[in-house]
Nanobody, 121 residues
Framework: VQLQASGGGLVQAGGSLRLSCVAS????????MGWYRQAPGKEREMVAS???????YYGNSVKGRFIISRDNAKNTVTLQMSSLEPDDAATYYC????????????????WGQGTLVTVSA
């Protein structure tokens, strides 16, 4: 499985940004797909994940501001980020799990290359 993330950039605080990730699976079924982030000097943080049925799970810091959605036909997952705060600035990584049972808080069997999100105050 290969993951390709896109959509990062610079946004003002309070603004919105949309991240996308497309998976090349070679027929492998992705059970859980989503996003982590890591800011300099901080630990990696799970942001959001979604099952094939679009059941979503969010990290506490983004609940109510971010929305994750999957398109199984296109093997994509998107993260719509709103009301962005300076603390949201980080490199965002797309990740996926293809096991039968995946932990929606720990699903990093496969990783994308990361896309940088910068939030100006």
């Amino acid at each position: 499985v290969q993951l390709q993330a896109s959509g990062g950039g610079l946004v003002q605080a309070g603004g919105s940004l949309r991240l996308s990730c497309v998976a090349s699976t070679n027929g492998e079924v992705i059970s859980v797909m989503g996003w982590y982030r890591q800011a300099p000097g901080k630990e990696r943080e799970m942001v959001a994940s979604a099952t094939r049925g679009n059941t979503a799970y969010y990290g506490n810091s983004v609940k109510g501001r971010f929305i994750i959605s999957r398109d199984n036909a296109k093997n994509t997952v998107t993260l719509q980020m709103s009301s962005l705060e300076p603390d949201d600035a980080a490199t965002y990584y797309c990740a996926a799990c293809s096991q039968t049972l995946c932990n929606m808080n720990d699903f990093g069997d496969y990783w994308g290359q990361g896309t940088l999100v910068t939030v100006s105050a």
